[in-house]
Nanobody, 123 residues
Framework: QVQLVESGGGLVQAGGSVRLSCTASGRTFRRDAMGWFRQAPGKEREFVAAINWSGGITYYASSTKGRFTISRDNAKNTVYLQMNSLKPEDTAVYLC????????????????WGQGTQVTVSS
């Protein structure tokens, strides 16, 4: 049974940083893209970042580029999201996902999803 478990969320002040982790289990994801989406209350889920299987190609939403960094450790089946210079509008539930490629994940095509972790940025 495939599971994606996120961790690292919490409450942070504007301008602060948070690092999210997502560990996959059930099978190896070395050949899959992995990524992050977020969903704020009353809003649709939106793409945040994705990384291809080797870690050599990354994709970012325009709202997060330059502030967020995605990385992965295939030996640990884990993907990370380092979030810096956080803004109140970054407040959302952050969900981890896997997919065929980073480009298709950016378009919303994903295979597996985690339950999400809450990130709240106070002003």
């Amino acid at each position: 049974q495939v599971q994606l478990v996120e961790s690292g969320g919490g409450l942070v002040q504007a301008g602060g940083s948070v690092r999210l982790s997502c560990t996959a289990s059930g099978r190896t994801f070395r050949r899959d893209a992995m990524g992050w989406f977020r969903q704020a209350p009353g809003k649709e889920r939106e793409f945040v970042a994705a990384i291809n299987w080797s870690g050599g190609i990354t994709y970012y939403a325009s709202s997060t580029k330059g502030r967020f960094t995605i990385s992965r450790d295939n030996a640990k089946n884990t993907v990370y999201l380092q979030m810096n210079s956080l803004k109140p509008e970054d407040t959302a539930v952050y969900l981890c996902a896997t997919g065929p490629t980073g480009a298709t994940m950016k378009m919303g095509t994903c295979d597996y999803w985690g339950q999400g972790t809450q990130v709240t940025v106070s002003s």
